[in-house]
């Protein structure tokens, strides 16, 4: 059982410059999200899906696009990267399609992404 | 918009010592209150986590204590260790907050904390 797997766990890009970030859970979670962490910001939500199929905005949704074609997987693309986007990201799950209370997310280990 | 201000951004303690980090919402629609815990190179995860109907909670070293008409809340750290060196975040989330569901949490900016041996 391997939780949250991201990849990569490093990424520099050119500003202009597209890529995915992957995200991959075995735990039949229904419930995942990406966050963005930057110095002094917290943790912000990017997108979020409740189940295959279905994907909504978060916080800060802008320059991201994701897609829910399954339940174990929930990719995050960069349309055409900018500085701006630099940050460490997080994909995140929990098995409760809606998030219940005291339902914990499990967090991946991070993607460290520096646009040049 | 920053619904959730979390303080201090930096905190050093030396061993045995209390650990207290303090964290304030705006949105009275929140009802849930978790803290993550973050070790370098990690993801966060999940400490311990409060709903507004206690005052208090507590897991062994780790204390939460709530205000609701403050609407503020703390962790509490006891006999803090360097082990519990680490960022803490907390965090806010409602069913009813604003369309929100629990999942979609609101973090704080995180408390990157220290303990001396």
């Known amino acids: 059982n391997a939780g949250v797997t991201q990849t990569p766990k490093f990424q520099v890009l050119k500003t202009g410059q597209s890529m995915t970030l992957q995200c991959a859970q075995d735990?039949?979670?229904?419930?995942m999200s990406w966050y963005r962490q930057d110095p002094g910001m917290g943790l912000r939500l990017i997108h979020y899906?409740?189940?295959?199929?279905?994907?909504d905005q978060g916080e800060v949704p802008n320059g991201y696009n994701v897609s829910r074609s399954t339940t174990e997987d929930f990719p995050l693309r960069l349309l055409s990267a900018a500085p701006s986007q630099t940050s460490v990201y997080f994909c995140?799950?929990?098995?409760?399609?809606?998030?219940?209370?005291?339902?914990?997310?499990?967090f991946g280990s991070g993607t460290q992404l520096s646009v040049l | 918009q920053q619904q959730v201000k979390q303080s201090p951004q930096s905190l050093i303690v030396q061993k045995g010592g209390i650990s207290i980090i303090n964290c304030a919402y705006e949105n009275t629609a929140f009802d849930y209150f978790p803290w993550y815990q973050q070790f370098p190179g990690k993801g966060p995860a999940l400490l311990i986590a409060i709903r507004p109907d206690v005052s208090e909670k507590k897991e062994g070293r780790f204390t939460i204590s709530f205000n609701k008409s403050a609407k503020q809340f703390s962790l509490h750290i006891m006999d803090s260790q360097p082990g519990d060196s680490a960022t803490y975040f907390c965090?806010?989330?409602?069913?009813?907050?604003?369309?929100?569901?629990?999942?979609?949490?609101?973090f704080g900016q995180g408390t990157i904390l220290t303990v001396h041996p």
């Open positions: 735990m039949n979670h229904e419930y």
């Open positions: 965090a806010a989330s409602g069913e009813n907050a604003g369309g929100t569901s629990y999942g979609k949490l609101t």
């Open positions: 899906s409740v189940g295959a199929g279905i994907t």
């Open positions: 995140a799950s929990s098995y409760s399609p809606w998030g219940a209370i005291n339902e914990k997310l499990f």
